[in-house]
């Protein structure tokens, strides 16, 4: 059975720092491709940050330069790094695992930016 489970959400200051994790199990193979996605009250879900392998990433226009997707493979987590942190970064954070064609969700993490 495939599971992902997210943390590292909390409250942080405007230009604050935030590190998500993303744990995999159950999955065959790698973990890769991963994605992270965000909702905030009242909006669409939206795709923020892509790896397809190491090195191979993607980030939504709002992000970029900002946040800082990773992976470890032996490890079978995901990571979104998020630095200087605005309050329109207020949302769940999900993280979505492709393996064997399939799309895996985790319950996602609250990330809340506010002074």
């Known amino acids: 059975q495939v599971q992902v489970v997210e943390s590292g959400g909390g409250l942080v200051q405007p230009g604050g720092s935030l590190r998500l994790s993303c744990a995999v199990s159950?999955?065959?193979?790698?973990?890769?491709?991963a994605e992270w996605y965000r909702q905030a009250p009242g909006k669409q879900r939206e795709s923020v940050a892509f790896?397809?392998?190491?090195?191979?990433?993607n980030y939504a226009q709002s992000v970029k330069g900002r946040f800082t997707i990773s992976g470890d493979n032996a490890d079978m987590k995901v990571y979104l790094q998020m630095n200087s942190l605005k309050p329109e970064d207020t949302a769940v954070y999900y993280c979505?695992?492709?393996?064997?064609?399939?799309?895996?969700w985790g319950q996602g993490t609250q990330v809340s930016v506010s002074s």
């Open positions: 790896i397809e392998s190491p090195g191979k990433t």
């Open positions: 979505q695992i492709t393996n064997w064609g399939s799309d895996y």
């Open positions: 159950g999955i065959i193979g790698s973990i890769y491709p």
